[in-house]
């Protein structure tokens, strides 16, 4: 037996609107507002709680060092921290938001997870994203590796490789452009790798506004690193219309769980094609839930985030659900379509919201705040239980959320050395209550 394993990013301290994300619209047009850490922070653990209250394991993934001064020193910057901070704030302002930025909080893009049932060594495979497209995710993937270690120690059951070679040409951005299908968790699946764009063949198809993140040779290299059946792999390109409307990850646009796949119906470049190649390799029945242009725009539907929801199966033959952010519910267009599903016979027979407006603003829905693991019951025992949210570990969550974050955060904050100083002592405490000791650069560095 397995089951599927949700890991939600903790909303870390320096929860800021910078708008680092070329592409993200919900990103760019709250630039520089007044964000709300402590709000924020508290969104994203009560919606662990509640997929926990449905009868789903829950997993906690840390936020990162920020700033992330290591990444300073390394371009020149030098001095104490707050003198860093200072020249940083002055000479490049720019750099400083970037080394702020708390977009580790979205775990979707952390890794690729390949599990065992799939794999030819019979092991979960992890692999870091590089995230070579946005400079302020690229710094993520080291810490990231040590994190997942972390958790998945035993190697009996886990494999972790490092992130591909950063550059244009192996852009990965994660399980954000990744799907798994199969009748249950346990079976051996299909995986669909989804990628914008080819690095070393002609391009067909091309954006005009918005970068492409993930490529096609990044999406191979990892389904051969976790030693994937290639029989049973399938890939597919992203429309560039979708990308240019603002799906910068196909998981704006499409959503899956064992056997069922919910998208767009622009979503793909070929999209019959796909579909063929994941029905022959599949072998079994699976669910496609095109939801037409004609009741839901692409404007709407990445306003809305209806499709970067989690899609689950909830226990006891209760069906399938989806978790959607309250914004689908405010959006008229996506509320009229989802009272129609609900009367469709599809496998989803759940339709439920969850407020994640903080990270909404910044362009992350709750498909976003959370990575997928599927395990079976020898590999969750052998998972780091600390990482598992209980009603020991939320409260103790909260508790130190409360005492550590600011209610606001305001774009000149960033050039405080305070909040630098606030932030790595809420780290630093957070690390005990993980037992990871000196996890963090800044508490070797002490």
């Known amino acids: 037996m397995s089951t599927e394993v949700n890991f939600d990013g903790l909303i870390g301290p320096s929860h800021n609107y910078g708008g680092l994300s070329h592409g993200n619209v919900a990103s760019k047009s709250n630039a520089l507002r007044i964000s709300q850490p402590k709000k924020a922070a508290l969104q994203g653990l009560e919606k662990m709680n509640y997929l926990r209250g449905l009868g789903l394991a829950q997993g906690v993934l840390l936020p990162q060092q920020r700033p992330h001064l290591p990444t300073l020193r390394s371009l020149g910057f030098s001095g104490s921290d707050a003198e860093i901070i200072n020249r940083a704030s002055n000479q490049a302002p720019e750099l400083l938001a970037q080394c702020y930025s708390a977009s580790s909080m979205w775990t979707a893009n952390a890794c690729t997870v390949a599990p065992s049932a799939d794999t030819a060594d019979g092991r979960v495979h992890f692999t870091a994203s590089n ?20 958790i998945f120690s035993d190697e009996n ?18 399980a954000a452009n990744h799907n798994r299908f199969a009748e249950n968790y346990a079976d051996a699946g299909v995986q669909l790798f989804v990628f914008g764009r080819y690095a070393f063949r002609e391009n067909r198809y091309a954006t005009a506004k918005f970068p492409t993140r993930q490529t096609y040779e990044a999406s191979r ?10 029989n049973r792999v399938v890939y597919a390109q992203q429309n560039p219309k979708i ?13 899956s769980n064992l056997n069922t796949f919910f998208m767009h119906e622009e979503a793909f470049v070929d999209k019959a094609s796909m579909q063929d190649e994941l029905r022959r390799k599949y072998n079994g029945e699976l669910h496609f839930i095109e939801v037409p242009t004609e009741q839901v725009s692409l ?3 990445v306003k809305s985030y209806l499709f970067n929801s989690q899609l689950i199966q909830l226990p006891n033959e209760q069906g399938m659900a989806l978790i959607l952010p309250s914004e689908s519910q405010e959006n008229a267009e996506v509320f009229a379509y989802l009272q129609d599903l609900k009367e469709q016979d599809t496998p989803i027979k759940h339709v439920q919201f969850v407020d994640v407006r903080q990270s909404m603003q910044n362009g992350g829905g709750p498909a976003c705040l959370r990575l997928r693991v599927a395990l079976n019951q020898a ?19 909260n508790r130190w959320v409360n005492k550590h974050y600011r209610d606001e955060i305001h774009p000149d904050d960033l050039r405080d050395p305070k ?28």
Do not use: C, W
């Not at 051969?224 to 059946?229: C, M, R, S, T």
């Not at 052998?382 to 020991?392: G, P, R």
């Not at 630098?420 to 560095?445: K, P, T, V």
């Open 243 to 255: 990308i240019d409307a603002g799906a910068f990850h196909n998981d704006v646009v499409s959503v």
């Open 419 to 446: 909040l630098a100083q606030e932030n790595f002592f809420a780290l630093d405490e957070l690390s005990q209550i993980f037992d990871l000791g000196s996890f963090y650069e800044f508490q070797r560095e002490a």
């Open 157 to 174: 059951y886990f494999t972790h490789h490092q992130a591909l070679p950063s550059g244009v040409h192996f852009g990965d951005e994660g």
């Open 299 to 301: 404007q709407a539907a």
């Open 379 to 397: 590999e969750l025992g052998a998972v780091n239980s600390k990482f598992i949210l209980d009603d020991q570990l939320f409260a103790e969550l």
């Open 221 to 230: 290299a990892i389904s051969q690193l976790h030693g994937l059946d290639q």
């Open 131 to 150: 995230l070579s497209s946005m400079f302020h995710r690229s710094i993520e993937h080291e810490t990231t590796t040590r994190l997942l270690k972390s």
